[in-house]
């Protein structure tokens, strides 16, 4: 069975700095997709990015951007340039490609950016 | 495009209570997801739909969960009778077809705060 492991529950991070969240996941399969998704305060489930197991590049969505390490199965999300409004939850996301109905979540890593 | 739609956004009902909620697609997605989110259990999913059939529902909880997809548009997640127990944030999602660009992303709906006292 797979899992997705998010070991840091609360992290911090000054406005404008870097911050970067981490990931684990376990799977026996070769093929999968991996997601990044934002839950703020009022709740709503929001893509932030997504990877291709397949894809050596790692993805990047403007401020952005994911360390994909297939071997070790790790999967970072980086935020550079941290704003206010990045203050969510954030949860990584497994998918298998041979079973694309289920995507399976970590447990989540709440963020607060300060001012 | 509207996104997922849901309704009711918040729902306080009594135990023993019926509760129906409902989820409105992204228009040409072919996938349709029901979550269950709580502190205790996360993000959990309950049943999906592919072409308004159901796939896999081993993550309904019970015999009083039932879902249903009438049409590609429309679907219902139902619980008779209601418990406190299953006082949760419910989310609907939707994805496209496996072949179409960001095939397999789910987007998802804002969510139904249910509260059963």
């Keep these: 069975a797979q899992t997705v492991t998010q070991s840091q529950p609360e992290m911090s991070v000054q406005e404008a700095e870097t911050v970067t969240l981490s990931c684990t996941y376990d799977t026996s399969e070769n093929n999968y997709y991996l997601f990044w998704y934002k839950q703020p305060p009022s709740r709503q489930m929001i893509l932030v990015i997504r990877q291709e197991a397949y894809k050596q590049q790692n993805a990047t969505e403007n401020r952005f951007s994911v360390n994909f390490q297939k071997a070790a199965k790790s999967f970072s999300l980086k935020i550079s340039d941290s704003q206010l409004g990045d203050t969510a939850m954030y949860f990584c996301a497994f998918m298998n490609v041979r079973n694309t109905g289920k995507l399976i979540f970590g447990q989540g890593t709440t963020l607060q950016v300060k001012p | ?117």
Excluded at chain 2, 19 to 35: A, E, M, N
């Design chain 2, 1 to 117: 495009d509207a996104g997922v739609i849901q309704s009711p956004r918040h729902e306080v009902t009594e135990m023993g209570q019926e509760v129906t909620l409902r989820c409105k697609p992204i228009s040409g997605h072919d996938y349709l997801f029901w979550y269950r989110q709580t502190m205790m259990r996360g993000l959990e999913l309950l049943i999906y739909f592919n072409n308004n059939v159901p796939i896999d529902d081993s993550g309904m909880p019970e015999d009083r969960f039932s879902a249903k997809m009438p049409n590609a548009s429309f679907s219902t997640l139902k619980i008779q009778p209601s418990e406190p127990r299953d006082s949760a944030v419910y989310f609907c999602a939707s994805s496209s077809p496996p072949n179409a660009g960001g095939a397999d992303t789910q987007y998802f709906g804002p969510g139904t705060r249910l509260t059963v006292l």
